[in-house]
């Protein structure tokens, strides 16, 4: 612990997602900061397993500082490679430029670096705070697909969602045996984070299509964002429009392409974070990429 932690009456806490009380310290602390409510994880079996939490506790109990990491398995240019990511980055304002921050960092880094992982990721609104720590921020765009022609659906399509227990179910199940939705930039496993997102954003829709695959998209009348496909096989984009039965004047997909059988032309993405990277496998990362929106994180 550091000096300054154990002067002001500090614990430091490692690994403590198991102990309800300082869950909860946790889910107050990102309450607090960002006006998120990450409980809402409880509904769906907690966090993720793979969850590697610092933080720093007053003797109240509660959070004042907390760092974590996470084990999210990617695909690189057509490898998989052993990445973490890290996330609910926050420091409690009464306790901040002490170095509360700069210590758990490190204890984050220093584990994920002792367990071997080959590449670290983060999204960020503040990229000069981890250019210290060697990250770099890896340029993100979105693919512009050209209207593909549509043809008679075979496909059931069903709305699925995240009030009903059997969907939620099916939903995990696809996310645990999914193929990775491009070849060049994705996850391999991701569940916890998926399904936040889709509960932060009202407007995504999640589509089971046909036995294979559930599609998480949103549609205004004009354009169509394809944000994830979490299958077993990938459709193409005229088999996924075809199924939904749309047809948007435009159409955004929020991952790279690759596997979707369409032509798509890359534009510049400007989001409010931005995805940064570094580690051995850093170098191996060529876009034109994207990370999907339901795995942000
Ligand atoms: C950003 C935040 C976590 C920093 O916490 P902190 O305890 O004040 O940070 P520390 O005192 O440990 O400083 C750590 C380093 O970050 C730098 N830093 C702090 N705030 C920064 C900011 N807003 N922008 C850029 N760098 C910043 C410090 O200069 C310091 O750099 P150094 O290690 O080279 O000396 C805190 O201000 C916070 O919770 N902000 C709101 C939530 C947020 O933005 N979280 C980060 C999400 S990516």
């Excluded at 697909?145 to 496909?155: D, N, T």
């Excluded at 589509?207 to 549609?219: N, P, R, Y």
């Excluded at 004047?249 to 979707?260: K, M, N």
Aim: charged letters at 25%; a negative charge.
């Amino acid at each position: 612990m550091s000096e300054l932690a154990r002067a002001d009456g500090l614990t430091l806490r490692q690994d403590y997602f198991d102990d309800p009380s300082a869950w909860k310290g946790l889910v107050d602390l990102l309450q607090d900061t960002f006006s998120i409510d990450i409980g809402i994880q409880d509904q769906f079996g907690g966090p993720d397993p793979s969850s590697m939490p610092f933080g720093y506790f007053d003797q109240e109990g509660r959070c004042i500082a907390n760092f974590s990491a996470f084990s999210m398995p990617m695909i690189v240019n057509g490898r998989a490679v052993k990445a973490a990511a890290y996330q609910s980055g926050a420091v409690r304002p009464e306790w901040r430029e002490r170095g509360l921050y700069r210590d758990l960092m490190q204890r984050a880094f220093d584990r994920t670096a002792a367990e071997g992982y080959e590449l670290d990721l983060l999204l960020t609104d503040k990229p000069v705070l981890y250019e210290r720590y060697g990250f770099r921020t890896v340029p993100q765009h979105v693919f512009v697909a050209q209207i593909p022609k549509l043809q008679k659906s075979e496909s059931s399509v069903r709305q699925l969602s995240l009030e009903t227990p059997d969907d939620i179910s099916l939903i995990k199940s696809f996310l645990q045996s999914r193929k990775p939705v491009s070849s060049c930039f994705a996850v391999v496993r991701q569940m916890e984070m998926f399904l936040l997102n889709a509960c932060f954003n009202s407007a995504i829709r999640l589509t089971m299509l046909g036995d294979d695959a559930v599609i998480a998209w949103t549609f205004d009348g004009a354009t169509f964002w394809l944000l994830d496909v979490a299958g077993i096989t990938i459709p193409s984009l005229a088999a996924i429009l075809s199924a939904l039965d749309i047809e948007p004047d435009r159409i955004e997909i929020c991952f790279p392409p690759d596997r979707l059988d369409c032509q798509a032309s890359p534009e510049p993405y400007e989001g409010y974070t931005v995805l940064m990277a570094r580690g051995k496998a850093a170098g191996e990362i060529t876009g034109p990429l994207i990370l999907s929106p339901m795995a942000e994180f």
